[in-house]
């Protein structure tokens, strides 16, 4: 053995040594670990007595059913179907135990429902946000809005209500005068269910063609030959359409 490490450089016997040190402390310290702490079963034993000991809160969405069913079958078939009611009425444990004299919570002011509908640009593109501070100002949402239905009283007017930042980047592009339906077609649904019934979008190189190819007699677009510019793609595979790049 010392011939053996005589013949290693001397940084590879000092890491060998720190290796050894290392898997000794390691047996070390698990020969002083408790043998229950080293059972599985021991574990989830302990786990959930620590957890069926706690107090319970929330009551579930079964014992809101029980009582409140008309209400249930309102938010059910509207927007806020995969909300649980202690979302925004809190842990109703007690309530359910005692209705008479524990009355849930229940968000009436203008701080509540922000937290979800606030304009946050991170969010997907459909999903209704407001500015709070210019969206009906003062009044609380709940004197507009079921809460348990919240469809609004009327469907957005124009693209940019849920779209803002597409036409503010479309407005300053070459595509600036061209409204949002010369290239989509909206069904009146997408204005209520966005991400159910969507916009439609050209699906082919043709529709693009109508401005932009050499055959176009349409003054001012960029013109391109359709039969050899890319003739495996779609157009807006390559250029955004909103910003679309001029060279």
């Given at each position: 053995m010392r011939r053996f490490l005589g013949k290693l450089p001397d940084p590879i016997i000092r890491l060998l040594v720190l290796v050894i040190i290392a898997a000794a402390g390691m047996v070390a310290v698990y020969s002083k670990i408790p043998p229950g702490y080293k059972d599985p079963t021991f574990q989830i034993v302990a786990a959930t007595t620590r957890e069926k000991a706690k107090p319970i809160h929330y009551a579930g969405a079964l014992a809101c059913v029980a009582c409140h069913a008309e209400e249930n079958e309102l938010k059910h078939s509207g927007y806020h179907r995969d909300i649980s009611c202690e979302?925004?009425?809190?842990?109703?444990?007690?309530?359910?135990?005692?209705p008479v004299d524990v009355k849930p919570t229940a968000p009436r002011d203008r701080r509540f429902c922000p937290t979800c509908h606030a304009y946050d640009p991170a969010r997907p593109m459909g999903f209704?946000?407001?500015?709070?501070?210019?969206?009906?100002?003062?009044?609380?949402?709940?004197?507009c809005h079921n809460p348990h239905d919240p469809k609004p009283k009327q469907v957005p007017g124009a693209c940019s209500?849920?779209?803002?930042?597409?036409?503010?980047?479309?407005?300053?592009?070459?595509?600036?005068?061209?409204?949002?339906?010369?290239?989509?077609?909206?069904?009146?649904?997408?204005?209520?269910?966005?991400?159910?019934?969507?916009?439609?979008?050209?699906?082919?190189?043709?529709?693009?063609?109508?401005?932009?190819?050499?055959?176009?007699?349409?003054?001012?677009?960029?013109?391109?030959?359709?039969?050899?510019?890319?003739?495996?793609?779609?157009?807006?595979?390559?250029?955004?359409?909103?910003?679309?790049?001029?060279?």
């Open positions: 979302t925004c009425h809190g842990p109703g444990q007690a309530h359910a135990e005692n209704p946000q407001i500015n709070p501070i210019t969206h009906n100002p003062v009044q609380p949402c709940i004197a209500a849920c779209h803002a930042e597409i036409e503010n980047m479309k407005a300053i592009s070459p595509h600036a005068l061209l409204a949002c339906t010369t290239c989509h077609v909206t069904p009146d649904e997408h204005k209520v269910t966005p991400r159910v019934v969507r916009a439609s979008k050209p699906s082919d190189r043709e529709f693009c063609g109508q401005c932009h190819s050499t055959a176009s007699k349409v003054v001012g677009p960029p013109k391109i030959d359709l039969d050899s510019h890319e003739p495996k793609y779609i157009c807006w595979q390559c250029h955004y359409p909103h910003m679309p790049e001029v060279k």
